[in-house]
């Protein structure tokens, strides 16, 4: 079993939590949720030495993806291939096709609408440094947000899905807190409650820990 590294870097006024993932023994990595402030996470992928394979969304959100389509141009023209994005689920285009605009409502420069190589489903998998994770689908949030999870590796990502002591937010006209509840209880939750995870923003904390004591899981 390979141990794998994993740097946080805080990005954008959101302070979202952009991940990079790598094998330190290969370099191979991916970076999920670039929302912005690129040249810092080139910085991290410099300093880690680490070739990344490819750019992973939870979601469609700008503080998420906001980012995804510089980064996937500097990556091309460091390693001098094709850098895919994949993901989300096909039920957050209208997110990513509007990021653009919204950012100028915030008044925010550099974000910019994304556009995946390769939408994702539940069921499907994933190589985040050279590991396969699943895909789950766990709307709520958004419609079409996705975890990604390895057993094997007893961790995972799960973006805006699940928090240290709180839940993502679903007062989007969009948004399904029922819908959100059932996918971490239904989905997330059976994984185990020694899984270890990332999440959009804030501390990571273990599927064990939030079952425990998360006041929006009671
Ligand atoms: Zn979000």
């Known amino acids: 079993m390979p141990k794998l590294q994993a740097a946080q870097i805080a990005v954008t006024p959101f302070q979202q939590n952009c991940a990079l993932i790598w094998d330190a023994e290969t370099g191979r990595g991916a970076v999920i949720d670039p929302g912005g402030d690129v ?6 992928i410099e300093r880690g ?8 969304l939870t979601h469609g959100h700008l503080d998420h993806a906001g980012g995804a389509a510089e980064l996937k141009r500097a990556l091309e023209a460091r390693q001098g291939v094709p850098v895919p994005i994949e993901g989300p689920d096909r039920r957050d285009e209208f997110l990513l096709s509007g990021i653009a605009a919204q950012a100028a ?5 550099g974000m910019a609408d994304a556009t995946p190589d390769r939408w994702l489903s539940e069921g499907e998998t994933v190589a ?3 590991q396969d994770f699943e895909v789950l689908h766990c709307p709520g949030h958004t419609p079409g947000h996705l975890v990604f999870a390895s057993r094997g590796l007893g961790f995972a990502v799960v973006g805006d899905v699940l928090f240290r002591g709180s839940v993502g937010r679903t007062d ?3 948004g399904d807190g029922e819908a959100l509840i059932a996918s971490i209880r239904d989905k997330l939750l059976p994984l185990g409650d020694d899984m ?3 999440c959009g923003h ?5 599927f064990g820990e939030e079952r425990r004591s998360n006041p929006f899981l009671r």
Do not use: K, M
């Open 202 to 206: 804030g501390p990571g904390s273990t």
């Open 128 to 130: 985040i440094a050279g």
């Open 39 to 44: 040249p810092r996470i080139l910085a991290a």
């Open 105 to 109: 409502e915030y008044g925010l420069d």
């Open 49 to 56: 030495q680490v070739t990344a394979e490819r750019i992973l």
């Open 172 to 174: 989007f006209p969009y």
């Open 196 to 198: 270890r995870f990332l």
